[in-house]
């Protein structure tokens, strides 16, 4: 009898042991694959774009270059399957049967479990148009809390930090083009941007705040200019120095540099 009453308490024992395990396990597991996720490389087969543009795809194939991305994920998630439908509709919309160039290619910056950012270029032309047009633009996203990030998540508006970056990324701008002045010094207007290892980019359309001539275009802002402006309760918080800016210049940028590299290694 002691042996049965025993081996009934070793067993009842171990249970109550692997229990809490196993749950740990499992929360674990799901946390894992919910935020695990990838970029897939998408070009249109040749059918569809017939399809689109009325059969006139092969004459014009040389001058028809499409790859979008796609965010694989390993369990159902609805803000990533809206966002794919998004990208995939945006990019068949250019399709048309008068449409004689076209090019769409994006570029992945940082990708972590708090900050995925794809810049997206395209290039369009429609016949029987004088030229064609040209932009560029940018999703950022937290897949952690399947949201997309906006300039104020990043940058901290009690510290100016529109009007101050807006003045850092305007003296980065081509000298010989105009600037339509009365849009870019609003307080409405803020600019997009694209979060890479180098630092942040922001992006201007043709025609967005400079006149045609100056096609779309990028000025990137290197990481330790902009941190004073950073939220520290932000995506980006992790490269603000906990003491403020007394490190010396080059032991700060090591320190970013080993940070976006933790970053961009995150999935």
């Avoid at 950012?117 to 999703?139: C, D, H, Q, R, V």
């Avoid at 003045?167 to 307080?187: I, L, T």
């Avoid at 779309?216 to 200019?225: M, N, R």
Wanted: proline share 4%; net charge negative; glycine share 6%.
């Amino acid at each position: 009898m002691p042996s049965k009453m025993t081996a009934v308490g070793f067993y009842l024992t171990t249970i109550s042991l692997l229990i809490p395990i196993i749950s740990y396990i499992s929360i674990k597991s799901y946390q894992y694959l919910i935020h695990n996720y990838d970029i897939q490389r998408v070009q249109p087969p040749s059918s569809l774009l017939n399809e689109k543009m009325a059969g006139h795809y092969d004459e014009r194939r040389k001058d028809i270059s499409i790859s979008y991305p796609q965010i694989s994920h390993f369990l159902d998630n609805d803000f990533y399957q809206i966002l794919n439908r998004e990208i995939e509709e945006s990019v068949l919309s250019y399709l048309d049967e008068n449409l004689y160039e076209y090019s769409f290619s994006y570029s992945v910056g940082l990708k972590g479990e708090r900050i995925l950012s794809i810049k997206m270029e395209l290039y369009y032309y429609y016949y029987p148009a004088l030229n064609g047009n040209g932009s560029t633009f940018a999703i950022n996203i937290d897949p952690m809390g399947s949201r997309v990030i906006d300039f104020f998540d990043l940058f901290d508006a009690r510290r100016n930090a529109l009007k101050e970056i807006k003045d850092m990324v305007r003296n980065g701008f081509d000298q010989n083009c105009g600037v339509f002045e009365e849009k870019y010094e609003s307080n409405s207007y803020v600019p997009r941007f694209f979060i890479s290892e180098r630092g942040v980019e922001f992006l201007f359309s043709e025609y967005e705040v400079t006149p045609g001539v100056c096609g779309s275009f990028g000025v990137v802002i290197p990481y330790k200019k902009l941190t004073n402006y950073i939220k520290t309760d932000g995506p980006l918080g992790i490269l603000v120095p906990a003491t403020g800016n007394w490190q010396a210049e080059e032991h700060f940028t090591e320190s970013i540099a080993i940070q976006l590299q933790k970053y961009s290694s995150e999935n």
